[in-house]
């Protein structure tokens, strides 16, 4: 596979509604979009799910675009690529971290690969399901009764699992009285880091609540103190912005640092660390769960596909476009009917990109040709 042709588009779509978690409130959503062109003319579709501020984690969509521009692009133009396995094993393995910059460029390789085979992206991961299970996010709202009825709206459109962004002064009466209102639904808490073991009390308390988990409740760096915090919790922790690479989950596997790993496309590096970080999992009893970033249809196409896999056993965030964009970027856009999604069969992420929806909401474009 010879790419000649790589675009570069600074997007910005706007959020139906405001989402607040503990790192601060989101309008709007401006990421890169990339398309990597082959010398056969077919188009390969990924997006950078790294955020305008270095909140989440270091990369921002400034340093995204320049380690694409600078590094990662010239090394795609300038080479022919077998597989997709072959971009971080081979031609990205010297460039430290930037791990969402890398997977942006290599799930459009990996798109096109599987437009090139003619299959669907499902099938050249490896995926075996037909439909996923999905649950949705739920940021911090003004009030405990406006959560809850955004959990009513929810549990009517069929969403299997309920993810409750906490922090301190927002997490133990929220979870009490949710819990009083719907005793049963699947739930969890999404801490985003915001605790301490200081704060070791306030987050065992969560046990009395039946959770499927608290995610990431201590540092983003952190796996240790995690492994004292999981020891004594009933409760399973899952561990996301701790986890960039395998050896980041092989570590924290072998320490207990957790029971649950959520997958992050973007946060490891792309799809083929993706499915290693499967693989791995799946031979120790870990189950997965595939997180989103607010990410347009091009992304989310990505996470239905690797969320196929048979050890993403827990519902994950791809919830349906409708919930967060006016419009979306692609044909037809992500639907969920009875909290499942559909994994298309069609060749390449089974989604195709609305040109007309990426102009309109396109701020600029920087085209890379090859030499």
């Not at 509604?17 to 709007?28: A, Q, R, V």
């Not at 909140?55 to 300038?78: A, G, M, Q, R, S």
């Not at 499967?278 to 989103?292: A, F, K, M, S, T």
């Amino acid at each position: 596979m010879k790419i000649k042709k790589v675009i570069l588009r600074h997007m910005k779509l706007d959020l139906l509604h405001p989402f607040t978690t503990s790192f601060g409130t989101e309008y709007d959503r401006e990421f890169i979009l990339l398309e990597a062109i082959s010398e056969d003319g077919i188009s390969g579709w990924a997006e950078s799910v790294a955020m305008l501020d270095p909140l989440y984690n270091e990369e921002t969509l400034k340093t995204n675009w320049h380690i694409l521009e600078d590094y990662l692009i010239p090394i795609v133009l300038n080479n022919e690529i077998n597989h997709p396995d072959e971009i971080s094993e081979k031609y990205f393995s010297h460039i430290r971290g930037n791990y969402m910059a890398k997977a942006a460029i290599e799930g459009a390789i990996w798109d096109l690969y599987a437009k090139q085979e003619n299959i669907s992206l499902s099938t050249a991961l490896g995926g075996t399901k037909k439909e996923i299970e999905v649950g949705v996010s739920i940021g911090i709202q003004d009030s405990i009764d406006s959560t809850i009825h955004i959990i009513e709206n929810r549990l009517a459109e069929g969403y299997k699992r309920f993810k409750l962004k906490i922090k301190p002064g927002w997490d133990l009466e929220l979870i009490d009285k949710v819990r009083k209102v719907y005793p049963t639904i699947p739930l969890m808490a999404d801490a985003n880091s915001a605790y301490t073991l200081s704060d070791m009390d306030q987050l065992i308390a969560l046990d009395d609540y039946n959770l499927m988990m608290i995610e990431q409740p201590l540092a983003y760096n952190d796996i240790i103190d995690h492994a004292d915090l999981q020891e004594r919790m009933k409760t399973p922790i899952c561990l996301d912005e701790s986890i960039h690479s395998l050896e980041d989950a092989r570590k924290a596997i072998k320490l207990g640092s957790c029971k649950i790993i959520n997958i992050k496309i973007g946060r490891v590096g792309g799809l083929t660390q993706s499915r290693k970080i499967h693989d791995l999992c799946q031979e120790n009893g870990i189950p997965l769960w595939c997180g989103g970033m607010l990410e347009s249809g091009i992304g989310r196409a990505h996470n239905i596909a690797i969320t196929s896999l048979p050890n993403f056993t827990l519902p994950g965030d791809t919830a349906a476009s409708a919930l967060y964009w006016a419009e979306d970027i692609i044909e037809p856009e992500v639907t969920v009917e009875n909290g499942m999604i559909t994994v298309p069969t069609k060749p390449g992420i089974g989604y195709d990109p609305h040109m007309q929806n990426i102009e309109k909401y396109t701020i600029s474009t920087k085209v890379y040709n090859k030499n």
